[in-house]
């Protein structure tokens, strides 16, 4: 009895112990994040009015050559100062399920407050855009998305070489008709944003090596960013 009791105290004894490690853990970070996010713009290295003309020039000058049209993209960005040994030039494709639509996507860039993908699919997807921690800026290199708001009567559209800025926090409901590839700028918190696009994987897809491949990229270049001084 009285051993047991003793057993008993010491292992609240070390929730105890826990509780307190996670308390002292939440207080010193806290702050730490409160001054980030206060100083999160300083982090950015990609620039939207850039990266809007970067899309609509390479339109101009490649039309539907989808292919050739995301090779302009990556070729000024990395031959410029601000961002070439942070963008990756290895189009490693993978699938991407996320709120219920599907796709496929190639990581130019990773880090904590950015990223930088091509998104798209050959054959139209629909779904929702997820709540996110980031701005997210769509510039649409080829066909067109529609979108959706509660209380409206009438789709948003997207034409090639526009730009559709989905504000952090808020969410729409989303369709690529048929084939649709975008530039997908994301300015924030990445990191939660991960929850999102593994979701639908976990739940459903259950396709294991995209996720692994998914994980392997996104460490390996947020990573990889972060020992080269990115956050
Ligand atoms: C791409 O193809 C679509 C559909 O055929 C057409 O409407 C559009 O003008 C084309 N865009 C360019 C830049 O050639």
């Known amino acids: 009895m009285a051993s047991s009791a003793k057993k008993g105290a010491g292992g609240s004894g070390r929730i105890g112990g826990i509780l307190k490690f996670l308390a002292i853990l939440v207080g010193l970070l806290a702050p730490v994040f409160y001054v980030i996010e206060q100083n999160l713009e300083s982090f950015y290295i ?3 009015d850039h990266l809007h003309d970067l899309s609509r020039r390479a339109i101009a000058a490649h039309g539907n050559d989808t292919r050739s049209v995301v090779k302009y993209i990556t070729d000024e960005l990395s031959a410029r100062v601000s961002t070439k ?63 959706y708001v509660p209380g409206e009567y009438e789709p948003e559209v997207y034409p ?29 918190w990445i990191p939660p944003m991960l929850f999102f696009g593994y979701a639908d994987g976990l739940t459903s897809t259950m396709d294991i090596p995209t996720l692994w491949r998914t994980t392997y990229v996104t460490g390996r270049e947020i990573i990889g960013n972060l020992l080269k001084g990115k956050f």
């Open 160 to 188: 090639q070489g526009s730009m559709h800025h989905l504000r952090r926090g808020t969410v729409k409901q989303y369709k690529m008709p048929e084939s649709c590839f975008a530039l997908e700028y994301a300015r924030g």
């Open 46 to 48: 990609f620039e939207t």
């Open 85 to 147: 040994s942070h963008v990756n030039l290895d189009e490693e494709w993978m699938f991407n399920n996320a709120g219920g639509a599907m796709g496929a996507m190639y990581i130019i860039h990773a880090s904590v407050t950015e990223y930088l993908i091509i998104f798209g699919t050959a054959v139209g997807t629909e779904g929702h855009t997820g709540r996110h921690t980031a701005d997210d800026f769509f510039h649409i290199l080829q066909g067109t998305q529609l979108a």
